[in-house]
């Protein structure tokens, strides 16, 4: 069983930053890419950026390129959320994620984490 953990959530004011953190535990587990998705009150769960492990490169949803940044730890399988300039929009239940299709977060996951809230006030 891959266990995945979230932390760095927390309320912050419009203008803000916050830096999500996420380590995978448990049984190996091989894959070519992590992501981060979110979920807002009332919407379905989106991707907003994803990070392929070998190469590092990197992909986001339009909602958030040019403020957010994904990256990886130096332990294996840690990914880190780096929100700048954060919106009210912004605002929602944010989860690390092993993506099924790397090229294609909208085709589900294997794994989820419980995920960490964000709060964005204006």
């Known amino acids: 069983q891959v266990q995945l953990m979230e932390s760095g959530g927390g309320s912050v004011q419009a203008g803000g930053s916050l830096r999500l953190s996420c380590a995978a535990s448990g049984s190996t587990y091989n894959s070519n890419c992590m992501a981060w998705f979110r979920q807002a009150p009332g919407k379905e769960r989106e991707g907003v950026a994803l990070?392929?492990?070998?190469?590092?490169?990197?992909y986001y949803a339009d909602s958030v390129k040019g403020r957010f940044t994904i990256s990886q730890g130096n332990a294996k399988n840690t990914v880190y959320l780096q929100m700048n300039s954060l919106k009210p929009e912004d605002t929602g239940t944010y989860y690390c994620a092993f993506p099924i299709y790397c090229s294609d977060l909208a085709r589900g996951v294997r794994y989820w984490g419980q995920g960490t809230q964000v709060t964005v006030s204006s």
């Open positions: 990070i392929y492990t070998g190469g590092g490169s990197t």
